[in-house]
């Protein structure tokens, strides 16, 4: 890698005066290089000046510091780094799709229209429910929009004391801090032992919130990777209190194929679409979280909506005499590039190839967990479905930690696994390896975390300063929360005060 430039910030290649761009002047009888003196501003703007070229190598050499799957492996749990296949993303860059603006008239993008009601209509049958908004641009942002439809059907039935949402300990934070921004209380219901909700506790929070329950959020498989084996009991029990089961569809790819969350007895659910659905995340976007109701709770989904008229074969819009509905979610549609991904996923795939995704990535976890339980800590055993937790190594005498072992593998050129999460164990190491992985990359892996357990024991320091080939070295976690320098304005401030 040409790391010359390496370690400077673009304002740090600044030259007073540089510029990246040259015009010529009076070619058309007026200046094209100056702004005219009114229009500019009276202080300095502290851009950097740099010409183009070193422009250029600057982000180009950043670029190759980047990891993601299309690089590497990357385990990472909870998240479903699996492979966005390349055809995707020709689909969503076709001029048609890619240039269509949200205010065109309704009859100029009726191809778009259809699309979106398609995807509508195919994760209404993967899932078994109803009917499905698209219009929520992320996972937790789905949440949200799930827990405002169930205030909406509270609502409607005139009960406007149900105000409680019964939470797992496992659960994503996400699941809490939705149901707080929504303006619910959140009553956290204990796990057992083997990680699936204790539903001795359940029945006693139930006894005692009965008549304020808004609703049961759940994760199937759950944070730990683990089947909930007893939902139909849950779901009674929420039922018959007069509440509703809300279903955290995040993790949705182990189920594919295999089982629907509408005939469990959820009633609301959002699905990421950049998880399962192949299209690719992370740094926070864009995201795509569809939401879906079971029948009777269409009229309460956010606005606009798509309805398909079968008399005129067109699509409309709708925002009007939706007097249910809970009201609106964002601006216009939600990020329709992403939906594009997952329609193109999902139709490339097809019903007999999609019902494979959930078993092999089942089978992958499994692979994994069983090959390293001798020598990672397995607190819960047993089958996983598309990830699993080991609690650090077995060996506890070495003092490696799990972000030791995380750190090593960025050696190894492999991402790490999700780390420290979920709470429940103090070591957790979460990995998720999709089914997008080959069995020669997944045995690669098996190798190095076998590796570096042997590593724990010869060589724990080697493990305690690591990374070693990476860019940047071992970086201050804590500083860094705590101090975060984000601007380079911050930084000259921060340096003035040092
Ligand atoms: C990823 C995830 C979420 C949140 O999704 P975002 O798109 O990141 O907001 C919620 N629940 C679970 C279980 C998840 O894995």
């Known amino acids: 890698m040409n790391n010359r430039l390496y370690g400077n910030l673009i304002f740090e290649l ?5 510029k990246g761009y040259s015009l010529p002047k009076y070619d058309y009888g007026f200046h094209t290089e100056e702004l005219p003196e009114v ?8 851009l950097p000046e740099c010409d183009e070229l070193t422009v250029v190598r600057h982000y180009t050499n950043l670029s190759h510091n980047n990891f993601g799957v299309n690089d590497g492996f990357y385990p990472l749990g909870s998240c479903t780094m699996k492979y966005n296949p390349i055809i995707n993303e020709e689909i969503a860059n076709i001029d048609t799709f890619a240039n269509i603006h949200p205010m065109q ?35 937790a942002h789905g949440e949200l929009t799930g827990l405002m439809i169930i205030c909406a059907y509270h609502r409607k039935n005139g009960q406007l004391d149900r105000k409680k949402v019964l939470i797992p300990d496992s659960a994503h934070g996400t699941n809490p801090a939705s149901a707080a921004v929504c303006g619910l209380d959140v009553v956290e219901v204990k796990s057992l032992p083997d990680g699936t909700v204790d539903v001795e506790d359940l029945q006693s929070l139930v006894s005692q919130h009965g008549s304020e329950i808004a609703a049961m959020m759940m994760t199937n498989p ?7 084996r007893n939902i139909p009991t849950i779901a009674k029990m929420i039922h018959d209190c007069g509440g509703l089961m809300y279903y955290d569809g995040a993790n949705l790819n182990p189920m594919l194929g295999e089982c629907r969350p509408g005939d469990m007895g959820f009633d609301v659910m959002h699905i990421n679409l950049h998880k399962t659905f192949s299209t690719p995340h992370g740094g926070g976007g864009p995201g795509s979280g569809p939401v879906g109701v079971r029948a009777g709770l269409e009229e309460l989904l956010p606005t606009p909506r798509i309805i398909f008229h079968e008399e005129s074969n067109c699509y409309s819009i709708e925002t009007d005499n939706m007097d249910y509905s809970m009201g609106s979610i964002g601006n216009f549609f939600g990020n329709y590039g992403v939906m594009l991904k997952a329609y193109t ?5 097809g019903k007999t190839q999609l019902k494979m995704v959930g078993p092999l990535a089942t089978l992958n976890a499994n692979y994994i967990k069983e090959s390293l339980k001798d020598v990672y800590e397995l607190p819960i055993d047993g089958v996983c479905k598309h990830e699993f937790v080991f609690d650090g190594l077995k060996d506890k005498s070495t003092g490696v930690t799990t972000m030791d072992i995380a750190k090593r593998l960025l050696d190894y050129g492999y991402h790490a696994p999700t780390i420290y999460f979920p709470l429940l164990f103090h070591e957790s190491l979460m990995i998720e390896p999709t089914e997008s992985e080959s069995k020669e990359t997944i045995d690669g892996f098996i190798e190095v975390m076998r590796k570096i357990a042997q590593e724990a024991i010869d060589n724990p320091e080697l493990l305690k300063s690591a990374p070693h080939t990476t860019p940047i070295g071992r970086v201050d976690d804590v500083l860094a929360a705590k101090h975060p320098i984000v601007t380079y304005r911050q930084l000259v401030a921060d340096q003035n005060q040092a």
């Not at 229009?39 to 502290?46: D, F, I, S």
């Not at 996923?345 to 795939?349: F, P």
């Open 39 to 46: 229009l500019r501003r009276k202080q300095e703007a502290e």
């Open 14 to 18: 600044s030259k007073s005066g540089r």
């Open 105 to 139: 008239p309704v009859e100029t993008c009726q191809p778009m229209l259809k699309m979106y009601s398609d995807l509508q209509r195919a994760l209404a049958e993967l899932t078994g429910l109803s009917e499905f908004t698209l219009n929520p641009c992320a996972g």
């Open 222 to 228: 759950n944070t730990l990777g683990i089947f909930e």
């Open 345 to 349: 996923y999902i139709l490339s795939l």
